[in-house]
T-cell receptor, first 112, second 112 residues
């Protein structure tokens, strides 16, 4: 069966520090991968999605970037975090038949 | 531009009652409508989904009703239980592509 892993579960970072959040999927090949941000437990905002290695589409211009160095690995990064980057970050995957997206358990990011 | 409108924002139901959450969409290219359930601190989990070729789908206590002409769909939770207390999101996907458009979520509280 397929599983998705996100880490860390929680992260506290100072303003201006870099960020790297990692997501990996097991049990499937060539998945579509997604990064979302959720503020205040509501509303899922799609940040990036990827249909293959090195293929990244950005939905919202912002302080973040994404990379997909391997087929089942998706990384969310920032060079300098802003206070407004605080939130709950969720990774998701779907297969090539575009069936439903499945989410990881997220990373709670707090910027101080 | 909000393409999927969800209501109500919050809902309080007594144990054993029926919970009803409604969603409306505008994009006629949507052809897949999933519902997600999210508990605090966790990622959304797929609950039930429907395609527009059927008007109703039932899985246990959860039922989706779909009205294609009105471009509306709803989630009914029969015999609601305190364990159903969570945030529920409706979503929609276009025929082409894998991106989901989410509603803003409904926070359901089932009182014992």
């Amino acid at each position: 069966s397929q599983t998705i892993h996100q880490w860390p579960a929680t992260l506290v970072q100072p303003v201006g520090s870099p960020l790297s959040l990692e997501c990996t999927v097991e049990g499937t090949s060539n998945p579509n991968l997604y990064w979302y941000r959720q503020a205040a437990g509501r509303g899922l905002q799609l940040l990036f999605y990827s249909v293959g290695i090195g293929q990244i589409s950005s939905e919202v211009p912002q302080n973040l970037s994404a990379s997909r160095p391997q087929d089942r690995q998706f990384i969310l990064s920032s060079k300098k975090l802003l206070l407004s980057d605080s939130g709950f970050y969720l990774c998701a995957w779907s297969d090539l038949t575009n069936q439903p997206q499945h989410f990881g358990d997220g990373t709670r990011l707090s910027i101080l | 531009q909000q393409q999927v409108k969800q209501s109500p924002q919050s809902l309080i139901v007594q144990k054993g009652g029926i919970s009803i959450i409604n969603c409306a969409y505008e994009n006629t290219a949507f052809d897949y409508f999933p519902w997600y359930q999210q508990f605090p601190g966790k990622g959304p989990a797929l609950l039930i989904a429907i395609r527009p070729d059927v008007s109703e789908k039932k899985e246990g206590r959860f039922t989706i009703s779909f009205n294609k002409s009105a471009k509306q769909f709803s989630l009914h939770i029969m015999d609601s239980q305190p364990g159903d207390s969570a945030t529920y999101f409706c979503a929609a996907k276009e025929t082409s592509g894998s991106r989901l458009t989410f509603g803003e979520g409904t926070q359901l509280t089932v009182n014992p």
